[in-house]
């Protein structure tokens, strides 16, 4: 028989033994929202095309990788991304998985990157953050579109953390780090890189300014040490700054024209106050259209928080940055949609807050005893009933969308609908009521701000995925009101069956092509070197092979079989009419005015007799 013997545990140890498990769990926590992460932007990525503005980008970088392909060289406009792309065309060839990958990885750091400030926000803040993170539709549409603009907030975001850790442990190479960091969101992604480090600067300064007793601090106490700018080794720092972003640029100085690029971001910031976009103020549009709940949650939590005296530093610096933020993205007439992340990011923080403490358990003591499971009861049914009115809200939208004339006159309203929208509101009502008088007000409302986070978390998650995969072709999405068709890759596989049988599968033949060398046909014609582009279709006369971007049919001096493919699709959202919105906002529908609005793009192939007949490219005659 075996003997049992006990071993004694010191309160040491025991501490230390619970301090490893949190760690541990906190850890696998981290792995599986990357896991996660990592899965939503990999999933489909090669199965949509490039869009419009993600391949002026991937032709830079393709040109440089292959130097055989067609085509001139493009200047880039992001050199860490040019970086980026060509390392991944060398490794993996030209495709589109291979020129959203690196950016793939950008987009799932930036979701687990809650972990550097683990101490400041606290563990359980920090990982609902990333979960919050996980979930957000603008910060998932970014990742799997190749934008800069995901690069400039993440090394911002690490600015932040060197930043934070020299004000915290004084050591210079903190410093340097975040000088290094701050310098390659400036110099290497794109020109809302700068305005990004600006914001920052001055949702500190303001920050500060609100405090209460003028400090800056990050916990408002007391003895908070102050800013010694004498400190910053800001020679060194410079100094090692620049060294790192020409050695990026120029690829360890093997490609010294990359400093093109640099030039190219620079000048993009004061363009980008000049020159507006096709749709103003769409970065402010996709921030409201795809997190709603989190401007409303954000709202809520910095009323709470100023109520209950909580608004310290860096609840502060967030509410500022988000403001800052949206006036910059509204002055920066230049601003793309990725840029809607310089206010979604801050939102998501400011609502981690609110998240956290509607986990947390109330240990007040009460009249009457609450018992753990009563918010979750309210959650529950909130939830219940806030998908009931979702239901009958979409209803509500189509009945508006139907209108023949566009004004409310003529619309068929039917009480039913009416009814369908209060019933959920009246119950909702009813049953907080009901909690409150059996238990407490805290505890209703806890439910209804966690069914309000939960419903959150699902619809954004889904209304994300939509738009990068299920819509990816639709331009009524507002992150992409410019798409690129999926019959670009029926048009590529129809070129290589082509080549199949002229070149013995090589891409070699001739192929003549009326398009922009910075264009998605370009991107199409890639793999074959013997592409030439034109811009006079005269040029074109009697070539065997002929693609072109002009919709009027060309006289190519000869009997020829054309094929037209769909290239992409645009869409003005200035064609909406007010009564659309809300249906457009839901179901991503419009009325038939707004849905017709939208503005294909083709390209035709076109074959010559014989060379359709397929009589072998050596044997023909030109006559």
Partial sequence: MQEVVDIPVTKGNEAEVQHGLVVSVEALAYVALLALALVLRVAELNSVPLMPTEVEQALAAWRVASPQASGDSVVSHSALLFALQSF??????????????????????????????????????????????????TLLLTSRFSSPALWSMLLAIVTLWGAWQYWQKRHSRYAIFAMVMGACAIFLTEPGGAILLLILVLAA?????????????????????????????????????????????????????????????????????????????????????????????????????????????????LFVWALVGLVASLLFVGATPEHALWTTIPLTVLVSRLAIALMAVDTRPEFWHVPYWARWIMALASIALMCIFTMALHDFARTLMHSPDGTLTSINFQLSNLILLAIPVMFLIVVSLMVTSLWNTRTALQGIGIAMLTFTLITSLGSGWVASVTNAESPMEPFHTETSSADLFLLRDTLFDLAERETSGFPTMELVVEAPQNSVLAWVVRDFRNARFITDLNEARGEPIVLISSPVLPDLGGDYVGQDFTTGDSWDLQSLSPLDILAWWTQRQAGFVATNSNMLSTALLWLRQDVYNGIPMDQQFRG
């Fill in 88 to 137: 991944s065309f060398t490794l993996m060839g030209g495709s589109e998985f291979a020129a959203r990958i690196a950016t793939v990885l950008a987009g799932a750091a930036v979701v687990i990157s809650p972990a550097l400030f683990r101490d400041l926000l606290g563990r359980g803040r920090a990982l609902l953050l990333s979960l919050l993170l996980l979930c957000s539709p």
């Fill in 205 to 317: 300064f303001i920050a500060r300014k609100l405090s209460r007793e003028n400090r800056f601090s990050f916990d408002d106490e007391p003895e908070a040490k102050p800013i010694l700018l004498s400190e910053l080794p800001l020679q060194s720092g410079l100094l090692i700054a620049a060294l790192v972003v020409v050695v990026i640029a120029t690829g360890f100085m093997l490609y010294p024209s990359g400093l093109s690029a640099v030039g190219e971001t620079l000048a993009g910031i004061p363009r980008g106050f000049a020159q507006p976009n096709d749709q103003p103020f769409i970065a402010f549009i996709v921030s409201v259209y795809y997190e709603p709940f989190m401007w409303l949650l954000s709202i809520i939590t910095v009323i709470v928080l100023i109520r209950r005296g909580e608004f310290n530093f860096v609840e502060r610096f």
